[in-house]
């Protein structure tokens, strides 16, 4: 894997660190396209970053009706489930700034699986002014985060999407959790021009080192699956998840 590793001292200094990140692609995305194409990441430590990225003093930092919001993977659950990750950024970080309404791409989970992954697939051709045998969506940024299982997005050891070369939207049924989840495959992961990696806590300390200094075993570590064709890999990681890392300086490129 090619990339950058940062540690921070704590989720705070993560979060703005990450902030800082995103405003910065999402500026340059801006001046050299007239828009942002972001994914974002679902879960628990994408909320500080979102609740930093809605604070007043930096709403200006972006011109957020240039944004575009989509996911990386959803919880097939209602919009306004407690574990819906829509609903979690939309009450973190849109609801918060001017995005217009059609600028926010959720998947529509109120369909089922399958139907709803084909509709991301018509929605990401939509927006990226695709058709069905083009090359994959390119997004800006990608926002991922890491299970203690090693999965990332919805991509779960051991399931079938992560054999996946063609499809940019999989629907899959996680027997480990006894729910289903959309996610966008590895193929349009990949083909992204940027993929922020955040993990946070003591808890995620094996799984980094696994994925980052382990041996290479995608089946089982799906994170290993993301390196995106540009290159542009980077794992922003707190003290506590990066205890088990052993970096020489606080930042540094690595080739493993
Ligand atoms: C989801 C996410 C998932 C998440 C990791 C880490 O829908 O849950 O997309 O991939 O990023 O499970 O979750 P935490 O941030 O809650 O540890």
């Known amino acids: 894997m090619k990339g950058t590793i940062r540690v921070f001292p704590d989720r705070e200094t993560l979060a703005f660190a990450a902030a800082h990140y995103f405003?910065?692609?999402?500026?340059?995305?801006?001046?050299?396209?007239?828009?942002?194409?972001?994914?974002?990441?679902?879960?628990?430590?994408?909320r500080l970053l979102f609740q930093r990225l809605a604070v007043p003093r930096l709403q200006d930092a972006l011109e957020w009706e240039r944004v575009h919001?989509?996911?990386?993977?959803?919880?097939?659950?209602?919009?306004?489930?407690?574990?819906?990750?829509f609903r979690m950024a939309r009450e973190t970080l849109i609801d918060y700034l001017p995005i217009p309404e059609a600028n926010v791409h959720r998947f529509m989970t109120e369909l089922a699986p399958k139907e709803?992954?084909?509709k991301y697939v018509e929605e990401l051709q939509t927006s990226f002014g695709l058709s069905a045998g083009s090359p994959p969506p390119s997004f800006d940024l990608v926002l991922l985060g890491l299970g203690g299982d090693g999965h990332t997005a919805s991509l779960f050891p051991g399931t079938d999407v992560l054999g996946e070369l063609e499809q940019w939207v999989a629907a899959l049924y996680v027997e480990k959790l006894a729910a289903w989840r959309v996610t966008l495959t590895p193929v349009v992961l990949n083909a992204s021009k940027d993929v922020l990696f955040l993990v946070s806590g003591r808890g995620k300390a094996k799984v980094v080192k696994e994925v980052l200094c382990g041996v290479r075993r995608p089946e089982d570590l799906p994170a290993q699956l993301i390196q995106p064709v540009s290159n542009n890999l980077h794992w922003f990681i707190?003290?506590?998840?990066?205890?088990?890392?052993?970096?020489?300086?606080?930042e540094r490129r690595w080739h493993g």
């Not at 209602?78 to 819906?84: F, I, V």
């Not at 003290?239 to 606080?250: G, V």
């Open 23 to 46: 405003l910065s692609v999402g500026q340059a995305a801006i001046m050299h396209t007239g828009r942002f194409m972001v994914a974002l990441s679902g879960g628990s430590t994408p």
């Open 69 to 85: 919001i989509f996911w990386g993977d959803e919880r097939c659950v209602l919009p306004d489930a407690p574990e819906s990750n």
């Open 116 to 118: 709803a992954a084909l």
């Open 238 to 250: 707190d003290s506590p998840a990066a205890e088990e890392l052993f970096l020489r300086s606080k």
